[in-house]
């Protein structure tokens, strides 16, 4: 990956770059976890400090995407931060080897979430698996839903986006069974 030598090379636009691609998904992880816009920014500097880290080491291999891997830092560094209410995780215990352990296992949960949501997803119907993709992963909103899928009203299409969530969770179900 070019953006992961970049970065190595300490090139400011690999930042940019990074920020642009994933900072969005951060942010709303943050914001709908009793944070806000600044405590995203922080967690995502934080991440990419990390990250930095990582690819210092001369073993170091990218197991999962990179929006995966920066993910799982971020989901970890804010969860260990509302854990110790608010206070900073100092810079000393994020480069202890417990931290970079605790990353790893976070990266594997986060990597195992994904690979179960794409096995459920795959096994609802085609109408669904186009719904779900493009409001989760590409992000549109319910009125692009409403336009692009041709539903009367945005009650319609929120409606379908229930009846579609419900699809995955039956499925979950039979898988636990």
């Not at 109408?127 to 409001?135: K, N, S, V």
Request: aromatic share 12%; hydrophobic share 35%.
């Amino acid at each position: 990956m070019d953006v992961l030598e970049d970065l190595k090379g300490e090139n400011n636009g690999a930042f940019g770059e990074l920020y642009k691609k994933y900072f969005y998904m951060v942010n709303r992880f943050v914001t709908n976890n009793n944070g806000n816009t600044n405590d995203a920014e922080d967690i995502f500097q934080d991440a990419m400090i990390v990250l930095l880290e990582k690819l210092r080491h001369d073993n170091f291999e990218l197991t999962a995407s990179l929006k995966t891997y920066i993910m799982a830092i971020s989901k970890n560094i804010w969860l260990k931060k509302l854990r110790k209410n608010y206070t900073e995780v100092d810079f000393t215990e994020q480069n202890s080897n417990a931290f970079f352990e605790e990353i790893d296992s976070a990266i594997e949960s986060e990597k195992n979430y994904f690979d179960k949501l794409q096995n459920y997803i795959h096994k609802i119907t085609k109408h669904c698996q186009g719904l779900i993709h493009d409001m989760f992963f590409k992000e549109k909103s319910i009125e692009q839903i409403q336009i692009e899928y041709g539903y009367s009203t945005i009650h319609n299409a929120q409606n379908q986006k229930h009846k579609c969530v419900e699809q995955i969770r039956k499925v979950k179900e039979q898988d636990k069974n």
